[in-house]
């Protein structure tokens, strides 16, 4: 890959072929600029020939393209107690993933082993090389640090406050490895493959825990210290339940798929949750649909404070459907001002379980291209 931002290649990553013309209008770089920057990437096997544009008199002139899987990017989603590597191209297309069940208590040392371990096994079984590694992207289930990629007092990680994973991974993974919190790598993966033209939007995930993405115009909000929309921690009023950050009333310890299914009789996990959901279960929905009330109420005072357009909702209750989102829908719409709702949607993932891993190669894609 270059070793500075490449203005040519980012143009390209849409997919789209152009000419040299196409490209030195769009880049605004000098035509020699220009001319030298595909030369070079057409002898890296970046960028490749796509046959010749329209003839306006003369000769007709070459087209060019972005040759996807010329480089891969590895993109990891860590999530407290699953872990999910994946193969992307450089457009952040999913080419191969591996699940595994894994308890982020085990501690930095176990989980990043077995990233390595599986990033690994999917080059091979893709006929690549480490050589062909373009950087590694990784989402982790607390705050982090995004400058150093460290975590940062994360509630449910021991042993991993201000571990190192960058250099950990980055001993035996080439390229550049970037490390952001789950929620923030979904909310970037929602918005670049279906959001991409919304500017203030809203990525809610309501799983094991309960965190926002904030993407304000067109950007990723990560606040101060990597803790910008850590919902999951703002008390529910009337609520006086323990939480495990330690508080009382936390969002997290009233709504989310672990809080439920401590009140339900036959759950454990979210998938049993969404499970008795879909089988009609009386008991499940209403929990679900109460949970929505209660994280609608939260993100009523979201809604004002930042006025987003679109209000994406996914994590793995989400997988119930709409008895969530009805909840959710209720509160927010009655409790913040008609101006910020008027046009605001509420909405289901469309990328699913593939936005941290999308999400996760943005972060790649950026750090390299832009």
Not at 261 to 284: F, P
Not at 322 to 350: H, Q
Request: charge should be neutral.
């Amino acid at each position: 890959m270059t070793d500075a931002p490449d203005a040519v290649l980012r143009l390209l990553l849409d997919g789209r072929a152009r000419t040299r013309a196409e490209l030195i209008d769009s880049s605004g770089l000098a035509r020699s600029t220009v001319t030298g920057r595909i030369e070079s990437l057409l002898a890296s096997g970046l960028v490749v020939p796509s046959g010749e544009a329209a003839s306006t008199g003369g000769r007709p002139p070459a087209r060019f393209r972005l040759n996807p899987r010329a480089r891969l990017i590895l993109a990891a989603d860590v999530g407290a107690t699953h872990l999910t590597v994946a193969l992307t191209d450089l457009t952040g297309e999913i080419l191969d993933r591996s699940t595994t069940p894994l308890n982020i208590a085990e501690g930095p040392e176990v989980v990043l082993t077995e990233v390595i371990r599986q990033g690994r096994s999917l080059l091979k079984a893709a006929g690549r090389s480490r050589a062909d590694l373009a950087g590694t992207g990784v989402g982790l289930p607390g705050p982090v640090e995004h400058s150093t990629g460290r975590p940062n007092h994360p509630p449910i990680m021991p042993g991993w406050d201000s571990y190192d994973v960058v250099g950990r991974l980055g001993r035996e993974l080439p390229g550049p490895v970037l490390v952001d919190n789950d929620v923030n790598i979904m909310a970037l993966g929602e918005h670049a493959t279906e959001y991409a033209d919304v500017e203030h939007l809203l990525f809610v995930k309501v799983a094991t825990g309960i965190g926002a993405g904030v993407i304000s115009g067109g950007r990723l909000h990560r606040g101060a210290q990597g803790a910008a929309g850590d919902i999951g921690h703002i008390q529910s009023p009337g609520h006086t339940e323990l939480c495990r950050c330690g508080n009382t009333g936390c969002l997290e310890a009233v709504a989310s798929s672990a809080a439920l299914a401590a009140k339900l009789e036959h759950a454990t996990t979210s998938h049993d949750i969404v499970r008795l959901v879909r089988q009609g279960d009386a008991e499940a929905t209403a929990a679900v649909r109460q949970a929505g009330r209660e994280i609608g109420t939260v993100l009523a005072a979201a809604v004002s404070l930042l006025n987003p357009s679109v209000i994406v909702v996914g994590g793995s209750l989400a997988q119930a459907g709409d008895n969530l989102l009805a909840g959710l829908r209720e509160t927010i719409y009655s409790r913040s001002l008609p101006l910020a709702t008027k046009d605001l949607r509420v909405v289901p993932s469309r990328s699913g379980p593939d936005a941290p891993l999308r999400g996760a190669a943005v972060l790649v894609q950026r750090q390299l291209l832009i």
